[in-house]
């Protein structure tokens, strides 16, 4: 078990809900958030080891969430899931701080690896 | 423009188009894909904790049965949308029926509306015939709805549809806004004559589209 708490953020909940159990399964404290707002409102207040985020949610820019998590938390490991992302986007977002970015469908076990590099 | 030079900006401006619409319908099915996915993958996870002794729960498992089912479902539609949308371009003119076209339309757009917690919404009258381009009317509806959502901070736009004046017209809206009409781009004027329509705008009606309808022939400009 590796302790780790995490904020994983998506819009779909059949799949925020199914991630969640499956990370929690591997030993991870999953806190769930269906929007970017609710994120930004998450992080202002808690600690987490990582956030791992749907990089395309209504109503936002994934680069300007991006931005934005990191200006208040600069610290913050954060790994972006998304259906499909241009080369330039995930240049432009790992410029911007990202841990990583993983393509939807993702591998778990790759994911739960990244997390425990995060948290190491 | 020399012509050459405005034909190459206009196919370059439908690749876009079509390349966007694809981008926004793969990306959709990518999601349920990860649905489907991680739902299987959650089998997994239950069918090996069964081999160390602990029990699967029926219930549980048919909840699972029944997400993949939605989402298989959801995926089949996005495809459905694709195929239609990739037939629009088999032939360079035909009958329309204008409601359905726009109802198609607000599906391709909606990822996109979303994208800008902006929501599209229509009342569009049955029945209203037009003939023109498939491909081109639906770029053009696109356009109109990309300009409008862009230049309002409402929540909903309205689009609607009906025969009025011996005409087929769309009108583009969002009802709270007030001030300065959306923007909207040259090429799309260009593309509704090129489709044997007339395009307006202005502060107090929004964007309104009128194209012949079938069979008056001739151009509503």
Redesign the interface.
Known sequence: MMNARVLLVDD?P??LE??A??ME?RGVTVIPATSAEEALQRIATERFDAVVMDF?M????GLDTLRKLKEDRPELMIIL????ATIEKSVEAIKLGALDFM????D?DKLIAKIKAAKA | MDVTVADSANQQRERQFVAAVCASLSHEIKNCLAIINENAGLMGDLAMLATQGRSMDPERQRRIAQVVKKNVRRADQLVRHLNHFAHSGDVASRELDLADTIRFAVILFERTAQKTGRRLKTACGEGVMVETGPLGLLQLLWGLFSAAVAGTADEEVWVEARAAAGLAQVCIKAPDSEGTPPLLSDALFELARSLGGELKQSAAEGITLNLPLKGTGGSPA
Do not use: Q
């Open positions: 779909e059949d799949f199914v991630m159990e499956r399964a395309m209504p109503g936002v820019d899931l998304s259906g499909y393509e939807k469908p993702a778990i």
